[in-house]
Structure formats: structure tokens, C-alpha cells
């Protein structure tokens, strides 16, 4: 029986972008079909961050994937966060780079008038929905990703590279295993390497 699993991402968050890439891979090897949500660092650390201009461009990129959801269907999330997530991270053009967007959805082929919703308000009610229908599972002392299958929800994992294969299969047994343990909160060690985009 296929395994439903629920993904809460921002796109800013290269530890989520390796997360995802594993996620697909686990796709491919276990009998799981994914539904992606948006969720927000801005949300989450507005209180501790300045808002500024790094701070607004965050909160615009994920306010777009929001109007697109709204006006695409849930099923362009993934392809636009594919498209956002490959030329932030894998390509290295990072966060500051307004150039990101509007290519992203030219690929996928979404109107270029979704990026007026970079900085319309008027999509942080459904913005904030979604941030907490993931956030609210797992607590505000976690970030992104935020991965939900079956009545248990965790944060992470948090790995690089990605793996692959069957590999990536055993660490999603491995997780679910835990994670669906009443009572088990944390495994965790400090972390010696950045992101290793493959």
C-alpha cells in the first residue's frame, strides 16, 4: 500500500534543497508518493531577523510559490521549487540573485506575472496556512524541511550528499522507524561538511 507523505520546504534552505533531492530518490525505491507545501524562514525567524532585503527577497520567493499553487494547482510546487532549488543551490547563484525567479518559472512555464506576488501581502494569509499546517507538527525549534507520512512528522533529515539508490531507501526505513517511536524526539551531531550539491 502506497505510503502518503506530506514535504514543508523553503526554498532558501540548502539543507532542505539536499532533503528534497532525497525524498525523490526514496520515491523511486519505496512505495511513497510525496505532496510538497511551502513553508517560511522569514515566518518563522520574523521576530529575530531584520527585515530586510535578503529577508524580503525569502519572503517574496516563497510568497510566489504560494500565488503559483493558488493559480496552478498544487502539482507545479515541485517542478518550480526543482527550478528555483537548482539555480540557488546546485548552480551556486544563491539567495540575492533577482535573476532566479523569473527564469525558474519560465521554465516551467508558469506566467511571469506570478512575480508580482513577491511583494503583495495579500498572500501571507495562505503563506502562513501552509508554514503552519507543517510547523504546528513538529514544534517552532526546527526549520525546513518538515516531512509528515502517516501520523508521524519530523524535521530533516539533515545529510549530505543526498543518497541514492537503495541507500536512500534505507534511510527512509531507518527514519520512519524512529521518528514513529512515541516518545523519541532527537538524534542529532555536529555537523563538518557544507552541502555537497550532486
Known amino acids: 500500500m502506497t505510503a502518503s507523505a506530506d514535504f514543508w520546504f523553503d526554498?532558501?534552505?540548502?539543507?532542505?534543497?539536499?532533503?528534497?533531492?532525497?525524498?525523490?530518490?526514496?520515491?523511486?525505491?519505496?512505495?511513497?508518493?510525496?505532496?510538497?507545501?511551502?513553508?517560511?524562514?522569514a515566518v518563522l525567524n520574523e521576530e529575530r531577523d531584520e527585515h530586510n532585503e535578503n529577508w524580503l527577497r525569502k519572503l517574496g520567493r516563497v510568497r510566489v510559490l504560494i500565488a503559483a499553487e493558488?493559480?496552478?494547482g498544487n502539482e507545479v510546487l515541485l517542478p518550480l521549487y526543482t527550478a528555483l532549488g537548482r539555480r540557488i543551490h546546485?548552480?551556486?547563484?544563491?539567495?540575492?540573485?533577482?535573476?532566479?525567479?523569473?527564469?525558474?518559472?519560465?521554465?516551467?512555464?508558469?506566467?511571469?506575472s506570478l512575480i508580482e506576488a513577491a511583494g503583495d501581502a495579500r498572500y501571507d494569509e495562505a503563506l502562513r496556512k501552509s508554514h503552519h499546517a507543517g510547523m504546528d507538527l513538529v514544534g517552532m525549534e526546527v526549520g525546513t524541511p518538515v516531512i509528515s507520512v502517516e501520523g508521524s512528522a519530523f524535521f530533516g533529515?539533515?545529510?549530505?550528499?543526498?543518497?541514492?539508490?537503495?541507500?536512500?531507501?534505507?534511510?527512509?526505513?531507518?527514519?520512519?522507524?524512529?521518528?514513529?517511536?512515541?516518545?523519541?524526539?532527537e538524534i542529532k551531531r555536529s555537523r563538518d561538511r557544507e552541502p555537497i550539491f550532486e
Open 11 to 41: 526554498p532558501a534552505c540548502p539543507w532542505a534543497w539536499m532533503t528534497s533531492r532525497w525524498m525523490l530518490e526514496v520515491e523511486q525505491v519505496r512505495d511513497v508518493t510525496t505532496t510538497w507545501h511551502v513553508m517560511s524562514l
Open 70 to 72: 493558488q493559480a496552478h
Open 90 to 112: 546546485t548552480e551556486g547563484r544563491g539567495g540575492n540573485d533577482d535573476t532566479v525567479l523569473p527564469e525558474a518559472l519560465a521554465e516551467v512555464g508558469l506566467p511571469a
Open 157 to 185: 533529515p539533515v545529510v549530505t550528499p543526498a543518497p541514492k539508490g537503495e541507500a536512500a531507501g534505507k534511510l527512509w526505513d531507518g527514519v520512519r522507524l524512529v521518528a514513529g517511536t512515541d516518545g523519541f524526539f
